[in-house]
Each structure stands twice: as structure tokens, then as C-alpha cells.
């Protein structure tokens, strides 16, 4: 997934991978904010702002964190984010683009604490 790096994050490209897993098209998602992946809360904003500060004060190259987010019909997923910069220069001016990198956790011994990012 490609999001904004400006509030409110909006999503600018999923792949198949992520259409599977949410059960979100693409069409429905691109130009949604991130929201859409937790029933519209705020939550996933406020650590987007979070994540967006820590990559740019402390030039950081990644970082993870796992959340819960809710599918299209509503099925919660908890699922690990890789979430680092890109530039897009090329695609829209000159700002970046945060690119995240999902997977999901099936087993309670791979779960780290939901909405805790580890900056790396």
C-alpha cells in the first residue's frame, strides 16, 4: 500500500495482495484515509501523525508497528506494518510517500502489542 504523507493519509495504491486481505477494491480505496481499514477511527490517524514525525526527526529508515483492522464485512485482522519512506518526486511534486508493507499474524506468539511502534 501506498499512502500520503499528509493527513489524512490517503491511500494511493493497494495491490492484490492487500484487496485480498481487506476485502477493500482498489477503486474503493484509493483516495480513502486510512481510516477505512478501522471502521473510520481516528485512531490509525493520530499514529500515522506519530509515525510520520519519528521518520522525519529522527531519520529513521522504518518502522513497525501491528494494529487491528477490520475487513470490509467487518472480520478483524491483526497484522504486522512496515511502514518507511519513498519519494515521489515523480509522482506528485516534491513530498514523500509513506510505503507500507502488511502481513498478517495468525499465531498468538508472533503478536507484539497492537499499536505499539517500534522505531528502527
Known amino acids: 500500500m501506498i499512502v500520503?504523507?499528509?493527513?489524512?493519509?490517503?491511500?494511493?495504491?493497494?495491490?492484490?495482495?492487500w484487496i485480498e486481505?481487506?476485502?477493500?477494491?482498489?477503486?474503493?480505496?484509493?483516495?480513502s484515509s486510512l481510516a477505512i481499514l478501522q471502521g473510520g477511527s481516528k485512531q490509525v490517524i493520530d499514529?500515522?501523525?506519530d509515525i510520520i514525525s519519528q521518520l522525519s526527526t529522527n531519520r529513521l529508515q522504518t518502522i513497525t508497528l501491528e494494529m487491528i483492522g477490520y475487513t470490509k464485512t467487518g472480520v478483524a485482522i491483526h497484522n504486522r506494518w512496515y511502514v518507511y519512506p519513498a519519494n515521489a518526486?515523480?509522482?506528485e511534486g516534491s513530498f514523500y510517500l509513506i510505503v507500507v508493507?502488511?502481513?498478517?499474524?495468525?499465531?498468538?506468539?508472533d503478536?507484539?502489542?497492537?499499536?505499539i511502534p517500534c522505531y528502527r
Open 101 to 109: 508493507t502488511m502481513e498478517q499474524i495468525q499465531n498468538q506468539e
Open 4 to 17: 500520503s504523507s499528509r493527513n489524512p493519509f490517503s491511500i494511493m495504491q493497494v495491490n492484490q495482495a
Open 89 to 91: 518526486q515523480c509522482i
Open 47 to 49: 499514529t500515522m501523525e
Open 21 to 31: 486481505m481487506w476485502g477493500i477494491e482498489a477503486h474503493e480505496a484509493i483516495g
Open 111 to 115: 503478536r507484539l502489542n497492537p499499536l
